[in-house]
């Protein structure tokens, strides 16, 4: 007696032929998916660069009541009682973080006016950079010698490495700070 072919036992199973098309139909679909991705970014960032101002903001936009007296280094010693010890972009670029160092605390305490909050402008496109990150700022009294921090929002990165800004704290503002 034979066994047929097809039932034999040594017999191997039929090849299976890879499908091809599925995997295109993936790599595809993971592509566009990437592609609208990165457009639908692109468009919220356009979108809220030509509602925040855009590049014709210029520092004649800035409101009258965030102008301040515009001193050096060692004048915003001796209004304001600080000295500024570093302006940095933090955050990839979404931050600005600005550190000062406490030299006469009673003048510092006009850091907490709230007609002259502080801010960082950029000379390039005049937009004031006010919003503290998480609405953070120091409170207290402020003590000789120390370092100090206030980091704010910067929307549309437009402070960036190499730009020039001004500074302003309490009731002076340092212009063409260099941001490393």
Known sequence: MTVPAALSPTSAPPARKRRWGSRRA???GGLAG????????GLVLWVSHVLGGGPERTA????????????NADGLVQRSGVKITQVAVTGDGGLVDLRFKVVDPERAN?????TTP???VDEE??????????????TGPYKTGVTYYLV????GNWVHHGS??????????VEHVLVP
């Open 26 to 28: 993936r790599l595809v």
């Open 34 to 41: 990437i592609l609208a991705t990165v457009l639908i970014a």
């Open 60 to 71: 004649s936009n800035v409101p009258v009541s965030w102008q301040r007296p515009i001193v």
């Open 110 to 114: 006009t850091m907490h006016d709230p």
């Open 118 to 120: 502080p801010a960082v």
């Open 125 to 138: 496109s005049g937009l004031v950079v006010h919003q503290l990150f998480m609405d953070h700022s120091h």
């Open 152 to 155: 704010f929002n910067n929307p």
């Open 164 to 173: 020039r800004v001004s500074v302003m704290l309490g009731n002076a503002q």
